[in-house]
């Protein structure tokens, strides 16, 4: 995987999360079907995981090897931190109404933000050593 196809993979997934957090407001899918709000968490925490990690490697470093531990603190980490931001801006803005379920809903997309960072870190462990021979 060289630089400009990662870069692709993260352009094309960011338009497909972005199409479909469109068309799920306008149809109202997210307030039809719950569940659709963790998916968008849990692609939009992969796509962090794997941004951070290209920011991080290629801008930071230059290409030098990277440790597990900026690893794993430009994914996971990063993802969470993203999707706390995220869930501040939200309330902030007064996107979502205080109820019964704020709490459980915002932890349970904070949880889907860490789960897709954890899948990024696992792809990245994944094809670290191929990517950081094409100095990706």
């Known amino acids: ?28 899918i997210y307030w039809q079907y719950l569940w659709t709000d963790l998916v968008v968490h849990y692609f939009s925490g992969l796509w962090v995981a794997l941004a951070g990690f290209f920011a991080v490697h290629y801008w930071l470093h230059k290409g030098s090897k990277t440790n597990i531990f900026l690893i794993f603190f430009s994914t996971i980490i990063f993802a969470v931190l993203v999707g706390v931001f995220w869930e501040i801006f939200e309330f902030g803005m007064g996107i979502v109404l205080y109820s019964l379920q704020y709490v459980p809903d915002t932890l349970s997309d904070i949880l889907m933000d860490f789960i897709g960072g954890a899948s990024g870190f696992l792809v990245i462990m994944a094809f670290r050593k191929k990517l950081i021979k094409n100095n990706i």
Request: charged residues 5%.
């Open 1 to 28: 995987m060289y630089k400009k196809t990662y870069a692709t993979i993260l352009i094309l997934l960011i338009l497909a999360i972005s199409a479909f957090h469109n068309y799920a407001t306008i149809h109202f």
